[in-house]
């Protein structure tokens, strides 16, 4: 049991380059979540999904897609990199979003130039 | 809409002290709260929760009382060791409906050193 992955650990990406940040998890946990950490901002919510083909935006979306064809993925693809997506990403993952634990990835870490 | 404010750090303490980090909340309807561990080039791990007023979540000699009263979820520790050291993050999943469904909302995080 892996629980929740991310690929890559580490990425650099050039302004307007795009790319896809990887997420997997093998609970079958229906509830999944694309988080951002910047520093003394805690962690804000990007995308979501409650199922498999159901995404929903969070609070801040803008530069980010997301899709949703299995439980187990959830990739985050940048359509062009900016500066301000330098960022440490984090997935997770739960059982259901109300009140239960939600399990995170390690997180990547990615810097655009 | 939902925030949570946590006091200031850094913290740092030597071993064996008393930890307290304060946690207050902003919500509609009736929130869960946490308490999320981040230790140095980790994700982020549950330390704590509680789901409704007055509960007490307790892990690892880590404590916190959900107080409705006060909106407040202060994170305690009677004597901390050097593996303490992280960063802690209050937060809080609102169980009403709405956007952002299951979002949590997180406090800024506090990064707590423990010295030997």
């Known amino acids: 049991n892996a629980g929740v992955t991310q690929t890559p650990k580490f990425q650099v990406l050039k302004t307007g380059q795009s790319m896809t940040l990887q997420c997997a998890q093998d609970m079958n946990h229906e509830y999944m979540s694309w988080y951002r950490q910047d520093p003394g901002m805690g962690l804000r919510l990007i995308h979501y999904s409650v199922g498999a083909g159901i995404t929903d935006q969070g609070e801040v979306p803008n530069g980010y897609n997301v899709s949703r064809s299995t439980t187990e993925d959830f990739p985050l693809r940048l359509l062009s990199a900016a500066p301000s997506q330098t960022s440490v990403y984090f997935c997770a993952s739960s059982y259901s979003p109300r009140g239960y634990e939600q399990y995170f990835g390690p997180g990547t870490r990615l810097t655009v130039t | 809409g939902d925030s949570v404010t946590q006091m200031e750090g850094p913290v740092t303490l030597s071993e064996e002290a008393c930890l307290t980090i304060n946690c207050t909340y902003t919500a509609t309807g009736y929130p869960s709260l946490f308490w999320y561990v981040q230790y140095p080039g980790e994700g982020l791990q549950l330390l704590l929760k509680?789901?409704?007023?007055?509960d007490k979540g307790s892990n690892k000699g880590f404590e916190a009382t959900y107080r409705k009263e006060t909106t407040s979820f202060h994170l305690e520790k009677g004597s901390v060791q050097v593996s303490d050291s992280a960063v802690y993050f209050c937060?809080?999943?609102?169980?009403?409906?709405?956007?952002?469904?299951?979002?949590?909302?997180f406090g800024q995080g506090t990064i707590l050193t423990v010295h030997p």
């Open positions: 509680a789901t409704k007023a007055d």
């Open positions: 937060a809080l999943t609102n169980r009403a409906g709405g956007t952002s469904y299951g979002k949590l909302t």
